[in-house]
């Protein structure tokens, strides 16, 4: 049985919201049972964020996760306090761009992603969440990275409309990284 506990976390403004509500509705989309329960400080940037994403062939009884079978952490604050929470033998995705520290988990498997380096490569540091996101669907296959595109071609803002090949292009990137 499929059942899955995500947070991604991170500061306002890095897209970590938006990464756990594509993972969701690419979930939904595959007809699994998903919750997302979106945290975030008050500052409108640079504040605390974070989602717990909850996937599963079953019913969810409830949508807290206290120690999550996957983390994504985005920084250091992030890494600090999700680390030591990830499960035996879970997975923990670090953005190494901004987190220079090794994991010192030896239970976990560790996937270090330049996410925000390779973000700027390809023309736009703020997609970073995607390279991300692309590598935990990569590393996993929680869902298939295609319905992941699809759930960005449906839910991009109008607005954010210019950015959806570079946002598909930091997707299969983070892919090829975690796989």
Not at 92 to 111: A, C, E, F, G, Y
Request: aromatic letters at 6%; glycine letters at 10%; proline letters at 7%.
């Amino acid at each position: 049985m499929k059942h899955e506990d995500i947070i991604f976390a991170g500061f306002g403004g890095q897209g970590i919201l938006f990464a756990g509500q594509l993972l969701s509705y690419a979930g939904m989309a595959e007809n699994l049972h998903v919750t997302w329960i979106p945290s975030y400080g008050p500052e409108m940037r640079g504040g605390t964020a974070n989602c717990t994403v909850i996937l599963s062939e079953e019913e969810i009884g409830a949508p807290i996760v206290r120690h999550p079978t996957i983390a994504a952490v985005f920084n250091i604050p992030s890494m600090e306090k999700y680390e030591p929470l990830v499960k035996p033998g879970g997975l923990l995705l670090v953005n190494s761009s901004l987190i220079p520290m090794p994991s010192q988990r030896q239970d976990i498997r560790i996937l270090y992603i330049p996410a925000s380096d390779l973000a700027t490569e390809l023309g736009n540091p703020r997609i970073a969440n995607m390279v991300m996101l692309g590598a935990l669907v990569g590393a996993t296959n929680l869902v298939s990275l295609e319905s992941v595109i699809r759930q960005l071609e449906e839910h991009l803002s109008q607005r954010q409309r210019k950015w959806l090949e570079p946002n598909i292009a930091a997707l299969k990137k983070g892919a090829e990284l975690g796989r």
